[in-house]
């Protein structure tokens, strides 16, 4: 479902996938990637971000190997009743090879929807 002021530029795709979010501190923050499109995902997590925070993620399932790509925190939401944040993070690749990767790997997200359907 898309928000009357949603802007983006891409369409996203429902998935259920991985990420691992790394910021400043030591330990990756673990996420559930629940939407992904070429500019960026939104993710379900444990821990709050603030706006703007870059990060570096690693994107990934179990049929292919990660993809690892520059990010900064766009918005995060707590979700009411439970102590899951709503994560939205903007893709900020820094090489033609991270765009192309994203790519793929949104391709294949779409590619998995597609033979769902016809199935």
Not at 93 to 98: D, G, M, N, R
Not at 110 to 117: D, H
């Given at each position: 479902?898309?928000?009357a002021n949603d802007q983006r530029q891409h369409l996203r795709y429902e998935?259920?996938?991985?990420?691992?979010?790394?910021?400043?501190?030591?330990?990756p923050i673990r996420s559930v990637v629940v939407d992904i499109g070429l500019g960026g995902l939104q993710v379900?997590?444990?821990?709050?971000?603030?706006?703007?925070?870059?990060?570096?993620?690693?994107?990934?399932?179990?049929?292919?190997?990660p993809v690892s790509i520059r990010g900064e925190v766009?918005?995060?939401q707590p979700i009411a009743g439970c102590e899951l944040f709503s994560v939205g993070i903007r893709f900020v690749?820094?090489?033609?090879?991270?765009r192309a990767d994203v790519?793929?790997?949104?391709?294949?997200?779409?590619?998995?929807?597609?033979?769902?359907?016809?199935s």
């Open positions: 479902m898309e928000k998935v259920l996938d991985y990420a691992l979010i790394y910021t400043e501190t030591e330990e379900r997590t444990r821990q709050s971000l603030p706006n703007g925070t870059p990060c570096n993620l690693k994107i990934g399932n179990m049929e292919h190997p766009r918005y995060v690749p820094e090489s033609h090879q991270q790519a793929e790997y949104v391709h294949s997200v779409f590619q998995r929807q597609a033979e769902t359907l016809i």
